[in-house]
């Protein structure tokens, strides 16, 4: 590892001050969360930057809240106070669950939500679940803020449709009630998830029908994949629907562009897909994650 080059770190005040600074450096500045991903990018001499804009001190710009339906999330709450938090514990367990198991407590406590989804490294935890959850995100720039779903945030490999001026302020997931379950599995061999699969079912009595149905596989392909032939698939009596898991895995595969790389051959994915479609389905219809 090489030592870190000379850069100036700035705090602004605001999410606006932070895109106006971003506007000014421009491809020498960038903002800076947690650094988990960047300083190590910096440090190895992939990445190089001057100016590096710290989002973490922007005042409530990691709070947590519930407005009506929706929690939302500031952009630079961390994986460890996400999975702490009370209320999305309660309103949103599924996500809270989904954090406690991203990474070590090390890169929990530093890492923020919004830094993980803007670094957009295809094996994230945080973009598949949110896929599935039909989450948004809150985006600000030098002249405006906007609403990105998340499904048009992630554009490829370390890549978003974010402008270098924009910076994401906050993530919104709408929650529901009972009548909701869903669930979030993963495998992992090494440091970082090779597989996240995230079901979302909506049932109103209790597990017997599902009238709705959202699933999203990723780290299988360079960003996570949402299915909605798939999901037709899901919709039925639990029985059937239990019956259509092997087809419905084979039509998720087959959309998510399986690739042969140092993680696995396509078909070693397609069979894990197989295998942690039915575990999403079982832990969603007992309800262990709920929604
Ligand atoms: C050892 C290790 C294991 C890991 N395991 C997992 C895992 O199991 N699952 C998983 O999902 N992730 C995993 N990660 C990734 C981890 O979640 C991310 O490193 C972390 O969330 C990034 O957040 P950060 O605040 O440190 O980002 P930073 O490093 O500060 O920034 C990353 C990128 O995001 C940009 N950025 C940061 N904040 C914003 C913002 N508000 N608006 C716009 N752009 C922004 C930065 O400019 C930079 O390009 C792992 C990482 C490590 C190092």
Redesign the pocket.
Known sequence: MMPLRRFDIHQPSSAREAAEMLARFGEDG???????????AMKHDVLRYRHLVD?KVIPGADSIDLIGAVLRIG??AT?RSIERSELVRAHLPVFARMES????VR?RS???????L??A?P????ATLLLALGATVVAEGADGRREIPVSELIAGAYETS?RHD????EVHIPVTGPERRASYVKF?AH???LLGLALVLDTPDGGETFTGARVAVGCVSPFPCRHEDSEGLLRGARSEVEQRLPETAEALADAAELVDDHEGSADFKRHLIAVFLKRAFLTAVRGEDAA
Do not use: M, Q
Request: glycine residues 14%.
């Open positions: 960038i903002l800076y969360g947690g650094g988990t991903e960047l300083l190590l989002v952009a630079t994986h198991r991203v990474a070590n890169v530093t890492g923020t939500l919004g830094g993980n803007c670094f490294e094996h994230s935890d945080p974010l924009e910076v994401l302020t992992s440091e970082r998830p």
